[in-house]
């Protein structure tokens, strides 16, 4: 993919719709990718910590740093960036965000530029890998990189430590290979239920809970859905943490939901948070699920055709990225569906 070298401030109102975080990281990789310079104005402006926090200065630092980029406002709660990139920059680089936030968000920042950077790279990003509100490592691994080798972006992921809130602390590794294309999805039915796998896993932390987790699954859906595997494990960390993941496979796709314990948090509530999420899903016609939705639309506004996607319920994060891929891309991006309901995403780049 041919990157256009285009001399252009793009403004992005950074409150604009869910207001987080999600608009800075996208404007970033969109910089990157058409080397057009972006203003991020009113940055996290409706939360109550507005401005930028550790992990969203990381992923400032880590794009600029795969850009050789000059940033102006990248400082504690600074609520107005000005990123200027100068080309996209392969190589092997290390980020350490220094609190548990998300190192899956970082890398999802990134990974598209280098993958069309023309060579290999090697991330290696220290934080939070398992936090609330972010895809959790395993959620990348298993159902976040597998759609997007699909559409050609080729990486492996591998995780050393696990890193849990408050602490962090936990470390992953990406490596990332050169791309040509993106190729564009058809997902607009799911087909037929094949299999229901996943992971009840603990850190630190004694393995009946893991088994108390997995036991909750079988007790809430084993009887009328095929479970081929709750897998137990115990991931390495610092700190305690637990993860329950389930992973529905289709004929056509796949969805991924998770939960995670914390302190006062019984093992079947974390278990029953997941199966509840799965089983709202269930009950819609999506092909994929909300998460995945909001983050392939970024790859796919470059693809060399058109995409369809049936999700199972359109989120303000996914509107928000519409809005911020129009600002930078002649991209169409047509949202069939009132937010909070299951809907049809079509993407024609």
């Given at each position: 993919m041919r990157l256009p070298y285009v001399l252009k401030m793009i403004e992005i109102d950074g409150s604009q719709g869910e207001g987080g975080g999600q608009v800075l990281r996208t404007a970033l990789s969109l910089s990157l990718l058409t080397q057009e310079e972006v203003k991020i104005i009113n940055i996290r402006a409706g939360r109550s910590k507005p401005g930028l926090r550790p992990q969203h200065l990381e992923a400032v630092e880590a794009a600029a740093a795969i850009g050789r980029a000059r940033a102006s406002g990248a400082h504690p709660d600074s609520t107005a960036l000005t990123f200027r990139p100068a080309g996209i920059h392969p190589g092997g680089y290390q980020f350490d965000i220094g609190t548990a936030g998300a190192t899956t968000l970082v890398l999802q920042t990134i990974c598209l530029p280098l993958a069309m950077a023309g060579a290999k790279s090697s991330v290696t990003i220290t934080g939070g890998t398992h936090v609330k509100w972010s895809p959790c490592y395993h959620y990348l691994e298993l159902q976040w990189l597998p759609f997007?080798?699909?559409?050609?972006?080729?990486a492996d992921l591998n995780m050393e430590l696990a890193g849990y809130y408050p602490q962090g602390d936990g470390r992953m590794h990406a490596t990332i290979y050169p791309g040509e294309r993106i190729e564009p999805l058809e997902l607009t039915e799911r087909g037929q239920l094949k299999q229901i796998?996943?992971?009840?896993?603990?850190?630190?932390?004694?393995?009946h809970i893991?088994?108390?987790q997995r036991e909750q699954v079988l007790r809430r859906i084993g009887d009328r859905y095929y479970l081929s595997d709750i897998r137990l494990a115990e991931l390495p960390s610092?700190?305690?943490?637990?993860?329950?993941?389930?992973?529905?496979?289709?004929e056509h796709s796949q969805v991924c939901y998770f939960s995670l314990g914390e302190l006062g948090k019984p093992a079947e509530r974390v278990a029953d948070e997941a199966v509840d999420a799965l089983e709202e899903f269930l009950s819609t016609d999506?092909?994929?699920?909300?998460?995945?939705?909001?983050q392939v639309l970024l790859p796919l506004a470059f693809a060399h055709g058109p995409t369809r996607l049936r999700t199972s319920k359109i989120t303000r994060?996914?509107?928000?990225?519409?809005?911020v891929l129009r600002s930078f891309l002649p991209v169409q991006i047509d949202i069939q569906a009132d937010l909070g309901e299951p809907g049809l995403v079509t993407i024609k780049p």
């Amino acid at each position: 993919m041919r990157l256009p070298y285009v001399l252009k401030m793009i403004e992005i109102d950074g409150s604009q719709g869910e207001g987080g975080g999600q608009v800075l990281r996208t404007a970033l990789s969109l910089s990157l990718l058409t080397q057009e310079e972006v203003k991020i104005i009113n940055i996290r402006a409706g939360r109550s910590k507005p401005g930028l926090r550790p992990q969203h200065l990381e992923a400032v630092e880590a794009a600029a740093a795969i850009g050789r980029a000059r940033a102006s406002g990248a400082h504690p709660d600074s609520t107005a960036l000005t990123f200027r990139p100068a080309g996209i920059h392969p190589g092997g680089y290390q980020f350490d965000i220094g609190t548990a936030g998300a190192t899956t968000l970082v890398l999802q920042t990134i990974c598209l530029p280098l993958a069309m950077a023309g060579a290999k790279s090697s991330v290696t990003i220290t934080g939070g890998t398992h936090v609330k509100w972010s895809p959790c490592y395993h959620y990348l691994e298993l159902q976040w990189l597998p759609f997007m080798r699909r559409m050609g972006c080729q990486a492996d992921l591998n995780m050393e430590l696990a890193g849990y809130y408050p602490q962090g602390d936990g470390r992953m590794h990406a490596t990332i290979y050169p791309g040509e294309r993106i190729e564009p999805l058809e997902l607009t039915e799911r087909g037929q239920l094949k299999q229901i796998r996943g992971l009840s896993a603990i850190s630190n932390l004694p393995r009946h809970i893991a088994k108390r987790q997995r036991e909750q699954v079988l007790r809430r859906i084993g009887d009328r859905y095929y479970l081929s595997d709750i897998r137990l494990a115990e991931l390495p960390s610092r700190f305690k943490g637990t993860l329950l993941l389930l992973l529905a496979e289709f004929e056509h796709s796949q969805v991924c939901y998770f939960s995670l314990g914390e302190l006062g948090k019984p093992a079947e509530r974390v278990a029953d948070e997941a199966v509840d999420a799965l089983e709202e899903f269930l009950s819609t016609d999506g092909a994929i699920d909300q998460y995945l939705a909001d983050q392939v639309l970024l790859p796919l506004a470059f693809a060399h055709g058109p995409t369809r996607l049936r999700t199972s319920k359109i989120t303000r994060h996914l509107i928000t990225n519409a809005a911020v891929l129009r600002s930078f891309l002649p991209v169409q991006i047509d949202i069939q569906a009132d937010l909070g309901e299951p809907g049809l995403v079509t993407i024609k780049p």
